[in-house]
């Protein structure tokens, strides 16, 4: 059974830093995407970034180019997510997804965690 679990997530003022973590277990990372997810409230879910692990392609959202960056380490099974710059916009609830095809993780992602909120204070 594949599990993701999200941590890292918490309060913060804005153009603090916060990094994300999604454990996975009953899923490895040679093949397929991961991405991160946010839901803020009233808004429909929205892709943050993407991770293609066959060929490490990656894609952010506009709205965090340069300040956001995915990463995963295959060792430990964990995607991160490291948030830099942060603006009051970004909170939201974050969400981290698997998918065992390469351009799977999208809203129909396969697996999901469970999410993670970030607060981010003016």
């Given at each position: 059974?594949?599990?993701?679990?999200?941590?890292?997530?918490?309060?913060?003022?804005?153009?603090?830093?916060?990094?994300?973590?999604c454990?996975?277990?009953?899923?490895?990372?040679?093949?397929?995407?991961?991405a991160?997810?946010r839901?803020?409230a009233?808004k429909e879910?929205?892709?943050?970034?993407?991770?293609?692990?066959?060929n490490?392609?990656?894609?952010?959202?506009?709205?965090?180019k340069?300040?956001?960056?995915?990463?995963?380490?295959n060792?430990?099974?964990?995607?991160?997510l490291?948030?830099?710059?942060?603006?009051p916009?970004?909170?939201?609830?974050?969400?981290c997804?698997?998918?065992?095809?390469?351009?799977?993780?999208?809203s129909?992602a396969?697996?999901?965690?469970q999410?993670t909120q970030v607060?981010?204070?003016?």
């Open positions: 059974q594949v599990q993701l679990v999200e941590s890292g997530g918490g309060s913060v003022q804005a153009g603090g830093s916060l990094r994300l973590s454990a996975a277990s009953g899923y490895t990372f040679s093949r397929g995407c991961m991160w997810f839901q803020a009233g879910r929205e892709r943050v970034a993407r991770i293609i692990t066959d490490g392609s990656i894609v952010y959202a506009d709205s965090v340069g300040r956001f960056t995915i990463s995963q380490d060792a430990k099974n964990t995607l991160y490291q948030m830099n710059s942060l603006k916009e970004d909170t939201a609830l974050y969400f997804a698997a998918d065992r095809r390469p351009y799977g993780c999208n129909g396969q697996y999901w965690g999410g607060t981010v204070s003016a």
